[in-house]
């Protein structure tokens, strides 16, 4: 009788397997497109659900080369994204530090909700906090500092009460920009109190690399975490790993499947394909996306499936690892809309 072979499910290059340290992910490294002028180069979205695009297949030597094919595809709700602030970044013993920031005056009652600097105080926190704060509050004494500075920041209020999910509460982060200091500077103090869109960061049909928190699972056994095989009926335990480590030397091993936690791990994955750019509701279905809602502002629609549940916040950036490649369908054309997309 042949034996099948299961390579182990649980890829053993991922450790420790701990709980993401916060659920909203951000990309730390970005390519290096344009030196010259400024531009946003990250964005975020809500992940929505997933559908099917039609297009035709492209690949001269597959069988079905020229017949119209299914897509699997993931929406990511986009809605604009409020710049409150600046934050600039020069150079520490170790790395970066902030050499200051500045913010809007006058936030919003769902940003409020969100920063503790904005809530009320009286007049006596106010001055000691005055006192002890090293940073700088306007933007011209940021300006000041541009000898210094080594990177310019933007500081995002994402605005999830534009979307359908029913939060209100703001995500913040931080959105970088690519391009010369002095460019960043103008772009920034040109965009602070103002909105951003998708559409001023990507376009369609451009490579992207997304982050996001997987679907949380919980404590697993090593059955399920790792793909370990069940053993016989007769055995006394049977979704054990059977056994842990020798007695010399007497310690378990690293790369022994143990019970822990599975899930809500941070990922990211590298050259998914943005197929639309669009904000027609014309893409929700009749009940809406399921455990989302409905889809009301900026969408993307990618290639594939990306890590997490249902109104996880999705870190997007340019490929940092492109490549060229053949395309691999042409014609592309949703299931519910008329529009066709022109390679």
Same mark, same amino acid.
């Given at each position: 009788?042949?034996?099948?072979?299961?390579?182990?499910?649980?890829?053993?290059?991922?450790?420790?397997?701990?709980?993401?340290?916060?659920?909203?992910?951000?990309?730390?490294?970005?390519?290096?497109?344009?030196?010259?002028?400024?531009?946003?180069?990250?964005?975020?979205?809500?992940?929505?659900?997933?559908?099917?695009?039609?297009?035709?297949?492209?690949?001269?030597?597959?069988?079905?080369?020229?017949?119209?094919?299914?897509?699997?595809?993931?929406?990511?709700?986009?809605?604009?994204?409020?710049?409150?602030?600046?934050?600039?970044?020069?150079?520490?013993?170790?790395?970066?530090?902030?050499?200051?920031?500045?913010?809007?005056?006058?936030?919003?009652?769902?940003?409020?909700?969100?920063?503790?600097?904005?809530?009320?105080?009286?007049?006596?926190?106010?001055?000691?906090?005055?006192?002890?704060?090293?940073?700088?509050?306007?933007?011209?004494?940021?300006?000041?500092?541009?000898?210094?500075?080594?990177?310019?920041?933007?500081?995002?209020?994402?605005?999830?009460?534009?979307?359908?999910?029913?939060?209100?509460?703001?995500?913040?982060?931080?959105?970088?920009?690519?391009?010369?200091?002095?460019?960043?500077?103008?772009?920034?103090?040109?965009?602070?109190?103002?909105?951003?869109?998708?559409?001023?960061?990507?376009?369609?049909?451009?490579?992207?690399?997304?982050?996001?928190?997987?679907?949380?699972?919980?404590?697993?056994?090593?059955?399920?975490?790792?793909?370990?095989?069940?053993?016989?009926?007769?055995?006394?335990?049977?979704?054990?790993?059977?056994?842990?480590? *020798?007695?010399? *030397?007497?310690?378990?091993?690293?790369?022994?499947?143990?019970?822990?936690?599975?899930?809500?791990?941070?990922?990211?994955?590298?050259?998914?394909?943005?197929?639309?750019?669009?904000?027609?509701?014309?893409?929700?279905?009749?009940?809406?996306?399921?455990?989302?809602?409905?889809?009301?502002?900026?969408?993307?629609?990618?290639?594939?499936?990306?890590?997490? *549940?249902?109104?996880?916040?999705?870190?997007?950036?340019?490929?940092?690892?492109?490549?060229?490649?053949?395309?691999?369908?042409?014609?592309?054309?949703?299931?519910?809309?008329?529009?066709?997309?022109?390679?």
């Amino acid at each position: 009788m042949a034996g099948g072979h299961k390579p182990r499910s649980g890829s053993i290059a991922y450790y420790p397997r701990v709980r993401a340290k916060k659920q909203n992910a951000s990309f730390s490294t970005y390519p290096v497109i344009d030196a010259e002028n400024a531009k946003p180069i990250t964005f975020f979205g809500y992940k929505a659900g997933m559908l099917q695009v039609f297009g035709k297949n492209a690949n001269e030597k597959s069988p079905g080369f020229g017949q119209e094919t299914s897509i699997p595809a993931t929406v990511l709700e986009c809605p604009p994204i409020k710049i409150i602030g600046t934050r600039v970044y020069g150079k520490a013993t170790y790395g970066i530090k902030v050499l200051g920031e500045a913010t809007i005056e006058k936030p919003e009652k769902n940003l409020r909700k969100t920063l503790k600097a904005f809530k009320k105080k009286g007049k006596k926190a106010k001055e000691k906090e005055a006192k002890g704060n090293t940073h700088y509050t306007t933007f011209e004494d940021l300006e000041k500092l541009k000898e210094k500075v080594l990177k310019v920041t933007l500081l995002a209020e994402m605005q999830p009460s534009a979307t359908g999910i029913g939060k209100k509460k703001a995500d913040l982060s931080e959105i970088n920009l690519q391009g010369s200091i002095e460019n960043q500077f103008a772009f920034a103090k040109e965009k602070v109190g103002k909105e951003i869109r998708v559409a001023d960061v990507f376009e369609a049909l451009n490579l992207i690399d997304v982050k996001a928190v997987t679907k949380g699972r919980g404590i697993e056994g090593p059955v399920k975490r790792f793909g370990v095989k069940i053993h016989r009926p007769k055995a006394k335990k049977h979704r054990i790993v059977g056994s842990i480590s *020798p007695w010399h *030397p007497a310690t378990v091993m690293w790369t022994v499947a143990r019970p822990g936690q599975m899930g809500y791990h941070t990922r990211t994955e590298f050259n998914k394909k943005i197929l639309f750019i669009d904000n027609n509701n014309a893409i929700n279905p009749k009940s809406g996306f399921l455990n989302y809602g409905t889809v009301r502002s900026d969408y993307v629609i990618v290639i594939g499936s990306l890590p997490g *549940p249902a109104k996880r916040l999705v870190a997007l950036r340019p490929a940092i690892r492109s490549y060229a490649k053949k395309e691999r369908f042409t014609d592309l054309k949703l299931p519910i809309a008329t529009e066709e997309v022109a390679q």
